[in-house]
């Protein structure tokens, strides 16, 4: 008998690298790791293994979103963002975390990169590096987090989440070279993975213009030295080509977001091949409305319509000119947390081909996050997660956000979610939107 070993047997198999889609796919997991893949014809079935057979379904690896905020106050939980923020405790709001990744994992999304937030009681830090912990330990299932956590200055476009009125409370920013270098350390003693930083403005804040400069390069410098110096890894929040200029001097693992560019900043993303963050679902009219609905102010909804144009036409920029594009939704307040794959339709919208939108999600953002030797390919050896999707996403990839066609996630070769006719194997035990909205 072979023990602690699956067999799943599908139509088609997309492995995350970009090549010929393979016929007749088999994949043999034994325990959290891919033992064997390939077509039919060339992969042996281990005798007495449980075997799955879903023959007209497209097998592929699980998902990764790279710019999330587990921690903020999302529309599928929250009826009014700017009064759950004064009404909810950051320990109750842990517990959301955790459901919204969960949200997230029963989406096919096995890894995320938590990126940071900021309450009036400080950042979050511990509480999401605790829900990293807990996954990680089997107290709670969820997907992979990977926990960033903020080190910027006072009146940083990060900072201006927070009401300008706000007490902030020491600790929250720092400012200079030095006091940066001080926080960033204290979030790497908690335990984070990554440090983000801003170089510019932004776009749903407070009243600041996306173009002004946040810090200044000694800054930048400094935070992303302390991240590297202990063998970490730092995201630069970046709207504008001087933003872009400054975070690849400071050298950024990864930038973040598509808005403003010119061909000299183009030019310089692509020589240093650093993987930018598109954030595009965070851009759509569909966020706007929801932002409108959850309360945000019409000065901040006026900024996001002006910008939106300029992200399209820099996301098209960028692919055109060998950008390496990992994916990231920058999904918060908004749109739903399991609505990940929205942002994949909208770069088939905006002109990349279908396999290239999946490796944003898959290859490209495991090499964006050091783990492609793990994950974001579907090959021998690396760790078994993978999603069953019920059709063909080459051909719609709107089928990934459809919760009936993602038949089965799973995360480290366990069974996560198992949607097929007769089963019911789920993360989140009540049923979907049937939960109390925290603030109502």
Not at 129 to 141: L, P, Q
Not at 344 to 369: Q, S, V
Not at 373 to 395: R, S
Request: proline content about 5%; glycine content about 8%.
């Amino acid at each position: 008998m072979a023990a602690n070993v699956t067999v799943i047997k599908g139509g088609r198999l997309i492995d995350g690298n970009g090549g010929e889609v393979v016929k007749n796919p088999v994949i043999v997991i034994k325990g959290k790791k891919i033992q064997a893949v390939g077509p039919a014809s060339k992969v042996k079935v281990p005798k007495g293994a449980e075997v799955i057979n879903v023959p007209k379904a497209t097998l592929m690896p699980g998902m990764m979103d790279l710019h999330i905020h587990l921690c903020m106050f999302n529309n599928l939980t929250f009826n009014n963002y700017r009064v759950a923020q004064w009404e909810i405790t950051p320990q109750l709001q842990q517990l959301y975390a955790l459901f919204h990744a969960q949200l997230c994992l029963e989406m096919g999304f096995t890894t995320l990169r938590d990126l940071g937030f900021i309450t009036p009681w400080g950042l979050v830090t511990e509480e999401m590096c605790a829900v990293r912990d807990a996954i990680n330990n089997g107290v709670m299932a969820g997907p992979r987090l990977v926990i960033g956590a903020f080190a910027v200055g006072t009146g940083s476009h990060l900072d201006l989440i927070l009401p300008r009125a706000a007490i902030r409370p020491p600790g929250t920013t720092a400012d200079g070279a030095d006091a940066l270098r001080g926080l960033a350390r204290k979030n790497l003693l908690t335990g984070c993975d990554w440090i983000k930083t801003c170089a510019s403005g932004g776009g749903g804040t407070d009243k600041e213009e996306p173009t002004v400069r946040n810090h200044t390069q000694e800054e930048l410098d400094a935070v992303v030295d302390e991240a590297h110096a202990v063998e970490h890894f730092a995201s630069i929040h970046c709207f504008t080509p001087d933003a872009h200029r400054m975070a690849l001097k400071a050298g950024a693992d990864t930038i973040e977001h598509m808005v403003f560019h010119d061909d000299d900043s183009i030019a310089r993303i692509v020589d240093a091949q650093v993987p930018v963050t598109p954030t595009l679902a965070h851009r759509t009219d569909h966020a706007i409305d929801i932002r409108r609905e959850i309360g945000t102010a019409e000065f901040i909804l006026v900024k996001m319509k002006r910008i939106q144009p300029d992200c399209f036409n820099t996301f098209q920029v960028m692919y055109e000119s060998g950008v390496k594009i990992a994916m990231g939704t920058d999904m918060g307040y908004e749109p739903g947390f399991g609505t990940n794959a929205y942002e994949l339709e909208i770069y088939t919208d905006l002109g990349m081909k279908p396999m290239d939108a999946i490796m944003t999600a898959t290859k490209n953002a495991a090499e964006a996050l050091h783990m492609e030797d793990e994950i974001g390919t579907l090959e021998k050896g690396k760790l078994a997660d993978i999603v069953v999707v019920d059709g063909d996403p080459l051909k719609n990839i709107k089928i990934l956000q459809d919760r009936k066609k993602l038949q089965m996630v799973f995360k480290e070769g366990q069974l996560m979610v198992d949607r097929r006719p007769g089963k019911d194997v789920r993360v989140i035990q009540k049923d979907y939107l049937d939960w109390k909205i925290a603030d109502k």
